[in-house]
């Protein structure tokens, strides 16, 4: 039978796998979300405020370049309001990186594994991923550094990385930075920087504002707003100017502007996310560690459990399911079948989750 004709995708579209998001629970379920990272304490109050504030403008366009929200962001981390883009989320802005640096015949580089959606975004620009193998879950600078060739146009790093949740320190980013050529954009993703508490950590601002060919890319979606969809950027001039050349003109609505500026001023709902997650991500990290389970240490708002075999892995997820609670199965995204990600919720889901997987531990 010949093949209708009908319009066409570009090379290599049909290829791409798409996002797989976390699962919720069934429809009417009560079911926890353990799935997703999102913020277990809500959003920011003065957020919404902000947000009951822009309702009554929904008649206006949003101010096109997100002034008031690139002013707060400015103002909370010291960074000159120019060099910020911010989009609908970050997966927004890393689509934007790739059409701006990447095209056929290019090359981009991440760790095994490394955030999903840079695969996608690489491949959709008609460019190639090119993945390095990690150190016992960690991104490796010297193979990093191995895979780079004269294709390579860029390299993504999420730090801290999701899935795993391990990290570079601030040494050994600058060090992955100093052996690439000048050419080659630096991408450090830095979604989860308010969770971390490692002191050798940076958010990547000072290289930012060192060097020609790095950019820090951070969202609004794990401090409470992820239904609104904020991300934003930090690059010098010449990377600032090419993105704004094809963003949206209205990338970010304007209650997303408002509530986002209202949110990166309020550093003490900010700091209260940071205290609990920390406090319940050391716990369940403590209560899970055993010969059976190996939790991989995380300085995100997650953590990831590795099992002995993936019909293990599969087994604690639907136990889990049936006692109420979704977590992220790892394998058909990353490839780690003996994986969950378990984000960090309240304290009676994440007490509630140590009792259902102990007591499986006990069983096998």
């Known amino acids: 039978m010949s093949e209708p004709i009908r319009p066409k995708p570009q090379p290599g579209i049909l290829d791409i796998a798409p996002y797989l998001p976390g699962k919720s629970g069934r429809p009417g379920s009560q079911a926890v979300k353990l799935s997703a990272n999102e913020s277990p304490l809500g959003a920011s109050p003065k957020a919404l405020a902000a947000m009951i504030e822009a309702s009554a403008h929904l008649e206006i366009y949003p101010e096109g370049s997100s002034r008031l929200l690139r002013e707060a962001l400015g103002e909370v981390h010291g960074v000159d309001p120019t060099s910020i883009v911010c989009g609908n989320g970050s997966d927004d802005l890393l689509h934007l990186l790739a059409q701006v640096y990447l095209g056929d015949g290019d090359e981009a580089v991440m760790n095994r594994y490394g955030f999903s959606v840079y695969p996608i975004v690489t491949r959709a620009a008609g460019a190639k991923i090119v993945l390095v193998e990690e150190r016992d879950y960690r991104a490796d600078v010297d193979a990093l550094l191995a895979a780079v060739t004269k294709r390579t146009k860029v390299v993504w790093l999420a730090n801290p990385n999701n899935p795993t949740g391990t990290y570079l320190s601030d040494a050994e980013v600058r060090r992955l930075h100093a052996g690439l050529r000048p050419d080659i954009l630096l991408v450090i993703d830095s979604a989860y920087a308010e969770y971390v508490t490692a002191a050798d950590y940076s958010v990547g601002l000072d290289l930012v504002r060192e060097q020609q060919n790095v950019v820090m890319v951070r969202t609004f979606s794990k401090m409470g707003l992820a239904a609104i969809r904020i991300g934003w950027l930090v690059g010098p001039d010449h990377v600032v100017d090419a993105l704004h050349r094809i963003r949206g003109p209205f990338n970010v609505n304007l209650p997303a502007q408002m509530a986002g500026a209202a949110a990166a001023r309020d550093e003490e709902f900010t700091q209260r996310l940071r205290e609990h997650n920390a406090h319940w991500r050391d716990w369940l990290t403590a209560e ?60 009676e889901a994440m007490r509630m989750v140590a009792k259902v997987l102990k007591s499986m531990d006990k069983t096998q």
């Not at 055993?290 to 939790?295: A, I, T």
């Open 288 to 347: 899970l560690s055993s010969n059976r389970l190996r939790v991989i240490p995380s300085q995100a708002n997650f953590i990831m459990i590795l099992f002995d075999t993936p019909d293990m892995a599969a087994k604690a997820f639907e136990t889990l399911a049936d006692s109420g609670y979704i977590v992220r199965e790892i394998g058909p995204s990353y490839g780690i079948g003996n994986g969950l990600r378990i984000s960090i919720g309240t304290e």
